[in-house]
Nanobody, 123 residues
Framework: QVQLVESGGGPVQAGGSLRLACAAS????????MGWFRQAPGKEREFVAT???????YYGDSVKGRFTIFRDNVKNMSYLQMNSLKPEDTAVYYC?????????????????WGQGTHVTVSS
């Protein structure tokens, strides 16, 4: 019922910034919690950030203080603002949505996923 499409990925220098966007369509956007995950080659998909329908946020330890998740319900968009980027941030970044009200870091608890957008951070 919900479709998600990521955009904004690309190459960036270490120390630089990039903003990822997630466009949502289908059910009422404000009813869903949103999350961002990432997956580097040969690695497990890891939690990055999440934001609830009520605006609560939670971040993975590796990005805390550098990344910010926010949403715009008028435009049916969620965003991941990435600052102070490091080479280890290089990955495919996925937008996700959950029908649950509570914040979750668990991949299996998300119901909808985008196709991913590539981020490459060079040193």
């Amino acid at each position: 019922q919900v479709q998600l499409v990521e955009s904004g990925g690309g190459p960036v220098q270490a120390g630089g910034s990039l903003r990822l966007a997630c466009a949502a369509s289908g059910r009422t956007f404000s009813s869903y919690g949103m999350g961002w995950f990432r997956q580097a080659p040969g690695k497990e998909r890891e939690f990055v950030a999440t934001i609830s329908w009520s605006g609560e946020t939670y971040y993975g330890d590796s990005v805390k203080g550098r990344f910010t998740i926010f949403r715009d319900n008028v435009k049916n968009m969620s965003y991941l603002q990435m600052n102070s980027l490091k080479p280890e941030d290089t990955a495919v970044y996925y937008c996700a949505a959950t029908n649950g009200w509570a914040l979750t870091t668990v991949r299996e608890e998300y119901d909808y996923w985008g196709q991913g957008t590539h981020v490459t951070v060079s040193s």
